[in-house]
């Protein structure tokens, strides 16, 4: 990259802000190793010295890879040499916390975590959860759609956004940070940006709605015999009157053994021989009653199914025991370093077949693939991660995605739930997406960047 353009640069951030060589080799690349093979990263501190960094770019049509904190599994944040990486790194403020209104604004490089924390001050939570908290930043998830754990009960990323403030690909600055959850004020673009994965605009501040933490909440993990069983305990969950479902996450047997294993736990009663382990999360008002309805559901299980098993946290430590359960899935990855991993969401009422057909379809092509299966089952989320290191051969990589793929257009569901596009799923999506959809989004993109200088080779075309 030309010295004349790095001193500009440098004269609009600060030459400390503008990193090359030794200096990014030293930085961590995240999730994926190509994260920092551009060789330069610009870490504005403001909406507007973002603004003069992508009207730079563009007067130099140099393209731009805006990143979070680069804990992406869709390669959305990898970059090349030629190419200049935004980092929001110094944009973590949580510029405002209104308990009254309930809304946070905050700085686009704030982690989800920083905004729990803060907002807990005020018995607030910003109602989504991910277990990359401490390192997800809120435009990342806006600019993915994050779903997460809570988001059966109160929406996705999209859902949660009231207003946001971006920089568009001319370096002009859109900011429409309402406050309110009321506004038919024209037309709301906020939503092209939400989940577009930095390819319209570099989100740089937002507007999130929180709700009240409930006083007491109450942990329970159950075994199952069936999807379709799981399916029906979480019914029942909804229906629990002293208090709300918050969390319904499923953990297939082979996932909660090799976690189970290597987190080296261990419960009487509890031999993980079930099909399937369902953990959900009440919240309310008193703890007590929150444990009785658990204990109430746990009868109303085994009168139905046996067999099931289950245990109920009795302490703060035993239920965070049980969230590493599900949370901790880098024992897989240590198994099988870069296992290759999907991210689907499917109908509830389809969800058993669906599951059933890939466990055959996969087993068609080798005996010996035996995915780890997990995720948000209340609504229909599942990851999938196969037993095997990556990359895999893209003869094999196709066979296996025509089996994931496959069906989900036709039962309404989804091939990327809540992990976005970035470069890896952009063949499933021309595969499976409705192509007046890709034709209205390809028209967007080049009305808002008609040069492709933002986060190039991410969701719509190659590098």
């Given at each position: 990259?030309q010295?004349?353009?790095?001193g500009a640069?440098?004269?609009?951030?600060?030459s400390?802000q503008?990193r090359t060589g030794?200096e990014?080799?030293a930085?961590?690349?995240g999730?994926?190793p190509d994260?920092l093979a551009?060789g330069?990263?610009v870490l504005p501190a403001?909406?507007?010295?973002?603004?003069?960094?992508v009207?730079?770019?563009a007067?130099?049509?140099?393209?731009?890879?805006?990143?979070?904190?680069?804990t992406g599994?869709?390669?959305?944040?990898?970059?090349?040499p030629g190419e200049?990486i935004?980092s929001?790194?110094?944009?973590?403020?949580?510029?405002?916390?209104?308990?009254?209104s309930?809304?946070?604004?905050?700085q686009?490089?704030?982690t989800?975590?920083a905004?729990?924390?803060?907002?807990?001050l005020?018995?607030?939570?910003?109602?989504i959860d991910?277990?990359?908290?401490?390192?997800?930043t809120?435009?990342g998830?806006?600019s993915?759609n994050?779903?997460?754990?809570m988001a059966?009960?109160n929406g996705v990323?999209?859902?949660r956004?009231?207003?946001?403030?971006?920089?568009l690909?001319?370096g002009?600055?859109?900011?429409?940070l309402?406050q309110?959850v009321?506004?038919?004020?024209?037309?709301?673009?906020k939503?092209?940006?939400?989940?577009?994965?930095g390819?319209?605009?570099?989100v740089?501040?937002v507007v999130?709605?929180?709700?009240?933490?409930p006083a007491?909440?109450?942990t329970?993990?159950?075994?199952?015999?069936s999807?379709?069983?799981?399916?029906?305990v979480?019914r029942w969950?909804?229906?629990?009157d002293?208090?709300?479902?918050?969390?319904?996450?499923a953990l297939w047997q082979d996932?909660i053994?090799l976690?189970?294993?290597?987190l080296?736990?261990?419960?009487?009663?509890?031999e993980?021989?079930?099909?399937i382990?369902?953990l959900l999360?009440?919240g309310?008002?008193q703890e007590?009653?929150?444990?009785?309805a658990f204990?109430g559901?746990?009868?109303q299980?085994?009168?139905q199914?046996?067999d099931?098993?289950?245990?109920?946290?009795s302490?703060?430590?035993q239920?965070?025991?049980?969230?590493?359960?599900?949370e901790?899935?880098?024992f897989m990855?240590?198994?099988?370093p870069g296992?290759?991993s999907?991210?689907v969401?499917?109908?509830?009422?389809?969800?058993?077949?669906?599951v059933e057909?890939?466990?055959?379809?996969l087993?068609?092509?080798?005996?010996?693939?035996r995915p780890?299966?997990f995720g948000h089952?209340?609504?229909g989320?599942?990851?999938?991660v196969?037993?095997?290191?990556g990359p895999?051969?893209s003869?094999?990589s196709?066979?296996?995605e025509?089996v994931l793929?496959?069906?989900?257009r036709?039962l309404?569901?989804?091939f990327s739930?809540?992990?976005?596009?970035?470069?890896k799923r952009?063949a499933?999506?021309?595969d499976?997406?409705d192509?007046?959809k890709?034709a209205?989004m390809?028209?967007?993109k080049?009305?808002?960047?008609?040069h492709?200088l933002?986060?190039?080779g991410?969701v719509?075309?190659?590098a």
């Amino acid at each position: 990259m030309q010295a004349e353009f790095l001193g500009a640069l440098r004269a609009l951030v600060g030459s400390a802000q503008v990193r090359t060589g030794a200096e990014v080799q030293a930085m961590n690349p995240g999730w994926h190793p190509d994260n920092l093979a551009a060789g330069v990263v610009v870490l504005p501190a403001s909406t507007a010295e973002v603004a003069a960094v992508v009207r730079l770019c563009a007067q130099h049509r140099v393209p731009i890879v805006p990143q979070g904190g680069r804990t992406g599994l869709v390669g959305g944040a990898i970059s090349h040499p030629g190419e200049v990486i935004v980092s929001l790194a110094r944009m973590q403020a949580i510029e405002r916390l209104d308990p009254v209104s309930r809304i946070a604004v905050v700085q686009g490089g704030a982690t989800l975590e920083a905004l729990q924390q803060a907002a807990a001050l005020e018995r607030l939570e910003p109602g989504i959860d991910i277990p990359a908290r401490g390192s997800a930043t809120i435009a990342g998830m806006v600019s993915t759609n994050a779903g997460g754990i809570m988001a059966f009960r109160n929406g996705v990323m999209r859902h949660r956004v009231l207003g946001l403030e971006a920089v568009l690909a001319d370096g002009s600055i859109y900011s429409d940070l309402t406050q309110v959850v009321k506004n038919s004020a024209g037309y709301d673009l906020k939503h092209l940006l939400i989940g577009a994965e930095g390819t319209l605009g570099i989100v740089t501040r937002v507007v999130i709605k929180l709700d009240p933490v409930p006083a007491a909440s109450a942990t329970a993990l159950l075994g199952l015999p069936s999807v379709a069983a799981t399916l029906q305990v979480i019914r029942w969950a909804l229906d629990i009157d002293a208090g709300h479902l918050r969390a319904a996450e499923a953990l297939w047997q082979d996932y909660i053994r090799l976690t189970a294993e290597g987190l080296q736990w261990r419960e009487p009663g509890m031999e993980l021989d079930q099909p399937i382990y369902l953990l959900l999360s009440l919240g309310g008002s008193q703890e007590a009653a929150l444990q009785e309805a658990f204990e109430g559901l746990f009868e109303q299980v085994l009168e139905q199914f046996p067999d099931a098993t289950g245990i109920v946290a009795s302490s703060a430590r035993q239920e965070r025991e049980l969230w590493r359960l599900r949370e901790d899935t880098d024992f897989m990855y240590r198994a099988h370093p870069g296992a290759p991993s999907y991210d689907v969401s499917v109908p509830l009422s389809r969800l058993a077949d669906y599951v059933e057909q890939v466990q055959r379809g996969l087993t068609a092509i080798d005996p010996a693939l035996r995915p780890y299966l997990f995720g948000h089952l209340a609504d229909g989320n599942v990851h999938i991660v196969l037993n095997r290191p990556g990359p895999l051969a893209s003869e094999l990589s196709a066979q296996i995605e025509a089996v994931l793929y496959a069906p989900l257009r036709a039962l309404g569901g989804s091939f990327s739930a809540e992990h976005g596009v970035g470069s890896k799923r952009i063949a499933a999506m021309f595969d499976t997406l409705d192509p007046v959809k890709l034709a209205t989004m390809a028209h967007i993109k080049q009305l808002l960047d008609p040069h492709k200088l933002l986060n190039p080779g991410k969701v719509l075309h190659a590098a």
